[in-house]
């Protein structure tokens, strides 16, 4: 059973910073790409972040230049540094991973359960 387990939110001050660390762990084959989505209240879940296996990286643009995506593939970890946050960014943050349990089998998409942010002075 593979599961996509966060840790990293909390609460901090307009400006501050924070790093969600979201970790894979049961029996796979292989991570392709990795990605951060967060949901406000009363909102749609939207995507915040991604990286390849390869390493590329995208954000979106209500992030650039605040967040910084990374992975550590020897440990089957994504990271999100968040730096100048802002109370709009108040949101659940859930870890997303496309994942294959087995060469042959079809990479499947896993989410996390969440960890909370909240930015407020």
């Known amino acids: 059973q593979v599961q996509l387990v966060e840790s990293g939110g909390g609460l901090v001050q307009p400006g501050g910073s924070l790093r969600l660390s979201c970790a894979a762990s049961?029996?796979?084959?292989?991570?392709?790409?990795m990605a951060w989505y967060r949901q406000a209240p009363g909102q749609e879940r939207e995507f915040v972040a991604l990286?390849?296996?390869?390493?590329?990286?995208n954000h979106a643009a209500s992030v650039k230049g605040r967040f910084s995506i990374s992975r550590d593939s020897a440990k089957n970890t994504v990271l999100q540094q968040m730096n100048n946050l802002k109370p709009e960014d108040t949101a659940v943050y859930h870890c997303?991973?496309?994942?294959?349990?087995?060469?042959?089998?079809?990479?499947?998409?896993?989410w996390g359960q969440g960890t909370q942010v909240t930015v407020s002075s």
């Open positions: 049961g029996s796979f084959y292989s991570i392709n790409g």
């Open positions: 990286i390849t296996d390869t390493g590329t990286t």
């Open positions: 997303n991973a496309v994942i294959a349990t087995r060469r042959s089998s079809t990479p499947f998409n896993y």
